[in-house]
């Protein structure tokens, strides 16, 4: 069976990149299925994904190959097959439409993860983990065991192989170690409101200043609380007539496909960092 992988590269920009690269694949037997490509002239740097098919040579030999190419241009790259599901840990809280939604979007086939365990902070979703046969972890978290926690959720993070860690709606700040352990792999979700209606219940706050547009950031999480480089976003309107309760549904509607569309381009290696922004081949 014909063998797919994707393989993701930045560099300084320079002329031939797209014929360096398709050229180095056209010699090891490859066969372009898509290529997307987009050079930035604020940075100076050049970014590509390319999947492509390949029957003549292995993961290992293609790595090896791409290395010679790599060091001539100076590029940061991966390769990865395309069949190969992005082993992934869910941390939660108490609020569960972005965990309902991720489970049942990899439960339908929708999301190419392999959602390996679910870490929270309270007790409320061991049941929904079960139904999906997924190992559950309740980790409490105070201020006085917080380290310890964050040790004991790394520790399943890395006995897991997780490359991905997803923060659905988990409410506990991360220390700027562990921030920066899970540096280009964890996506946080959070309402669009920051930073405007920054604490608790910010539906009740945009509700009682009369807000007229809701919407969700996903994005990589740093140690600047809430400010790593953005996946996606979306808005949806609001008007006089929302109650809190209306209000409130709609954002976490919004919420859970905002997560969903970062969780599926982040797991297809459709993201590359570009500083503090992303780009993102769609």
């Known amino acids: 069976m014909t063998q797919a992988y994707i393989l993701t590269l930045s560099c300084p920009d320079r002329l031939g990149l797209v014929h360096a690269v398709s050229g180095f694949l056209l010699e090891q037997g490859g066969n372009i299925e898509e290529a997307a490509q987009y050079n930035d002239p604020a940075t100076g740097l050049f970014f590509m994904r390319v999947q492509f098919a390949c029957d003549d040579k292995d993961a290992s030999a293609l790595k090896a190959a791409i290395t ?3 060091d001539q241009y100076q ?3 991966s390769l990865h097959s395309k069949a190969e599901r992005m082993k992934t840990v869910i941390m939660v809280s108490k609020e569960g439409h972005c965990l309902n939604d991720l489970l049942f979007r990899w439960k339908s086939g929708l999301l190419p993860i392999e ?5 929270s902070n309270h007790r409320e979703f061991y049941q929904l983990a079960a139904s999906y046969n997924i190992p559950f972890h309740h980790i409490p978290v105070t201020a006085g065991t917080k380290a310890q926690a964050e040790e ?3 520790e ?5 192989g997780a490359e991905l860690v997803v923060l659905a709606r988990y409410m506990q700040v991360l220390s700027n170690d562990l921030c920066t352990k899970l540096s ?3 996506i946080n979700i959070h309402h669009s409101f920051l930073p405007s209606f920054k604490g608790a219940k910010p539906y009740y706050q945009a509700h009682d200043r009369g807000v007229k547009l809701i919407g969700a950031t996903a994005h990589y999480v740093t140690a600047d609380l ?13 008007d006089h007539t929302d109650t809190v309760e209306t209000l409130t549904a709609r954002g976490r509607d919004t919420e859970s496909q905002v997560l969903a569309r970062a969780v599926k ?3 297809e290696r459709r993201v590359i960092l570009n500083g503090h922004k992303t780009v993102v081949f769609r």
């Open 184 to 186: 280009g792999r964890a």
């Open 265 to 267: 381009w982040h797991s």
């Open 152 to 154: 004991r959720q790394y």
């Open 115 to 119: 959602i390996r365990a679910i870490v």
């Open 156 to 160: 399943i993070i890395q006995e897991e």
């Open 226 to 238: 809430d400010e790593g480089p953005i996946i996606e976003q979306d808005v949806a309107r609001a």
């Open 75 to 77: 590029m940061q790259w």
């Open 68 to 70: 010679a190419l790599a």
